[in-house]
Nanobody, 126 residues
């Protein structure tokens, strides 16, 4: 059973930065890609970033257009950690952010989550 625990959410001013962390169970990365979803009040859940480690040791990442150029997903495989670096955040980035493990895809459109963390709130003030 995969367990995911997020941390790092909070209140940040527009234009600022925040880094979300996700601690995964050992061995998660070998069979899964990792993705970050977000859900704002009254809005549909959105997949914002996916990362997958290839068999050759290369990391592949894909991003939603809404965050491309501002957010960066990364992983620390040795410590079973996934991160979402959020730069130049805007009020529309306010949401609960969820760490997920799912389909071993290199692309957002091929990714489906199988496991979810509990979520962490990010609030951006204007």
């Amino acid at each position: 059973q995969v367990q995911l625990v997020e941390s790092g959410g909070g209140l940040v001013q527009a234009g600022g930065s925040l880094r979300l962390s996700c601690a995964a169970s050992a061995g998660t990365f070998s069979a899964h890609a990792m993705g970050w979803f977000r859900q704002a009040p009254g809005k549909e859940r959105e997949l914002v970033a996916v990362i997958r480690l290839s068999s050759g040791g290369f990391e592949y990442a894909d991003y939603a257009e809404s965050v491309k150029g501002r957010f960066a997903i990364s992983s620390d495989d040795a410590n079973n950690m996934v991160y979402l670096q959020m730069n130049n955040v805007q009020p529309e980035d306010t949401a609960v952010y969820y760490c997920t493990a799912g389909t071993p895809s290199f692309r957002l459109d091929g990714y489906k989550p199988d496991y979810w963390g509990q979520g962490t709130q990010v609030t951006v003030s204007s």
